[in-house]
């Protein structure tokens, strides 16, 4: 059985930081490309974020470019995305799912892989 579980989230100004991580196991996580996704309030569920399975390639969707970074760690089967200069848009709940490109993962979501996410929320 897939299972993935965020952590990090809370509450924080606007510009300040959080790091997210999400371990998954019951997967062969090394062969997964992974992705972080957001569902802000009354809003469909986003993608915002993509790592290769060895960890070279990274994909972001514009709205967080230059601002979030993803890694992962295949020996933790954890992926993590470093959020920074938040702004009050970024509130949200944050998910990861496998999955290379936003289809992908909405797809292993659609089949229940994802977790149950972690809330970040930034507010003055």
């Known amino acids: 059985e897939v299972q993935l579980v965020e952590t990090g989230g809370g509450t924080v100004q606007p510009g300040e930081s959080l790091k997210l991580s999400c371990v998954a196991s019951g997967l062969t996580f090394v062969s997964y490309a992974m992705s972080w996704l957001r569902q802000k309030p009354g809003m469909d569920l986003e993608w915002i974020s993509s790592i290769s399975p060895g960890g070279g390639h990274e994909n972001y969707d514009d709205s967080v470019k230059g601002r979030f970074t993803i890694s992962r760690d295949n020996a933790k089967n954890t992926v993590y995305l470093l959020l920074t200069g938040l702004k009050t848009e970024d509130t949200a709940m944050y998910h990861c799912?496998?999955?290379?490109?936003?289809?992908?993962?909405?797809?292993?979501?659609?089949?229940?892989?994802w977790g149950p996410g972690t809330q970040v929320t930034v507010s003055s």
């Open positions: 799912a496998p999955g290379r490109i936003a289809s992908e993962a909405l797809a292993n979501v659609r089949r229940g892989y």
